[in-house]
């Protein structure tokens, strides 16, 4: 029901009542002759001057709660108050999931011991070399309130701020993983080393093709793992198995990257329908160019071991380019692309936990590195490449160790030459 022309306030549409003002004709409802709501017209006397001005009152009070008023407004909220309500509770919903997502991103579990191929006594015989003699941190000096000097004793086990973990990358025809890096992350001082260990190392396995490239292809993402134990002391945190269609989508998903290359390339392989082509000097790599230059090996002299310098240089020049718009990665996109294009053991709230922690990195805090060895080696007529023991051992210790005790030839199971050119491992049983 209109009033005076769809009045909207109640005070209004009393002011005119009391103070009878002229309206136009069509409008006009003198209050003593309202009939009440639900009633017929009646002939009788007219009504008692207060009592109808009452119902008239009272009938407005409810059209007006009932809403019948023009413009959209309903006698309550506004129907663009109700918008900013509605849009305003979802956005409050969605930060605060995001809140509470980040809030419950928790690191992933740790491995707690180091391997023991041999005892102490079994190393000194073994004709791999050995490692230094000690074997924990030196004891730790503090003062005391006194002024006195005491000694705690050295830390042991696992270091609680390093965390390891395995990135393999699968070729394209079969199963190897022709790319097979190991990482080291300290989330107290923000540093990252990671290792390449080259595709044609010998591994001590008794897997009969003993390259690491292939054992992910008999014994998956676990068999590789083990193998990578093998090398590092322990068996890493959490892995990641990359094929070439997630790194693409990685790559495309920070927007690329800016990347000098150092010389033309031009390599075409119709059998894997592989075409690399690049002018020597600045190009944007998209994902596909990305892929396409980081497999590249055939031009570089020594052959694998280019491709991984290779490797390491573009994925420095993209932690980089990522560090410098960290604000405007899309986090979250990227999450998801390891989520589902990715093979690995990490859930929701621990890929995100590592993704908060890389990007706390600086550029100069990066490190990588490639397993020292001897990359021509031929054993059994076949080209591997073996470790460089006492090199290894020193850079574990150096950029790799989890733990607080050194690590020695009686926690890695690594093939090598000895003094006199004899292969050699370190378990002292050669499989």
């Not at 107290?188 to 390259?211: F, K, Q």
């Not at 497999?295 to 993209?318: C, E, K, V």
Request: with cysteine; charged share 20%; hydrophobic share 35%.
């Amino acid at each position: 029901m209109k009033l005076f022309g769809g009045s909207k306030n109640s005070k209004h549409t009393a002011d005119h009542i009391h103070h009878g003002e002229d309206l136009d004709a069509s409008q006009r409802t003198e209050w003593w002759n309202y009939t009440p709501k639900g009633q017929e017209p009646s002939s009788h006397a007219p009504r008692q001057e207060e009592s109808a001005r009452r119902r008239y009152e009272e009938d407005a009070d409810l059209d007006r709660d009932a809403g019948e008023y023009e413009d959209g407004y309903d006698g309550g909220i506004p129907t663009w108050a109700k918008v900013v309500i509605i849009v305003g509770s979802v956005l409050i919903i969605l930060f605060a999931a995001l809140f509470i997502w980040i809030k419950t991103a928790r690191p992933p579990e740790q491995t707690q011991f180091m391997n023991t191929y041999q005892t102490q006594s079994q190393e000194t015989s073994a004709a791999a070399p050995t490692a230094p003699p000690e074997t924990q941190a030196p004891p730790e000096q503090t003062e005391s309130a006194g002024g006195e000097t005491e000694t705690e004793p050295p830390k042991t086990g696992r270091n609680e701020n390093i965390y390891t973990f395995l990135v393999a990358g699968k070729d394209k025809v079969g199963s190897n993983t022709d790319v097979i890096m190991v990482a080291n992350l300290d989330v107290e001082n923000h540093t990252l080393n990671v290792v390449s260990i080259p595709r044609d190392t010998y591994a001590n396995t008794t897997y009969r093709n003993h390259r690491i490239n292939s054992i992910y292809g008999v014994g998956g993402a676990d068999g590789l793992m083990d193998a990578v134990s093998a090398f590092m002391s322990c068996r890493p945190d959490f892995y990641a198995v990359v094929d070439l269609n997630a790194f693409i989508k990685l790559v495309d998903g920070i927007g690329g990257v800016d990347y000098y290359v150092p010389a033309n390339i031009n390599y075409d392989d119709e059998a894997q329908n592989l075409h690399i082509h690049f002018s020597k000097g600045m190009n944007h790599m998209t994902g596909q160019k990305a892929m396409e230059y980081c497999r590249f090996r055939s031009g570089y002299a020594d052959a694998d071991i280019g491709r991984i310098d290779a490797q390491h240089d573009f994925l420095m020049t993209a932690a980089k380019q990522i560090l410098a718009k960290k604000s405007s990665i899309p986090v979250n996109t990227l999450i998801s692309i390891v989520l589902s294009d990715v093979k690995t053991d990490l859930d929701l709230t621990s890929c995100t936990w590592l993704a908060q922690e890389l990007l706390k990195l600086d550029a100069e805090n990066i490190h990588f590195f490639t397993l020292p060895g001897n990359y021509n080696d031929v054993v059994n007529g076949s080209g591997y490449v073996t470790v460089k023991i006492d090199e290894w051992v020193e850079m574990l210790n150096e950029s790799f160790n989890p733990f607080y005790e050194e690590i020695t030839t009686a926690n890695i199971d690594v093939a090598g030459r000895n003094a006199n050119g004899k292969m050699v491992a370190t378990s002292g049983t050669l499989k």
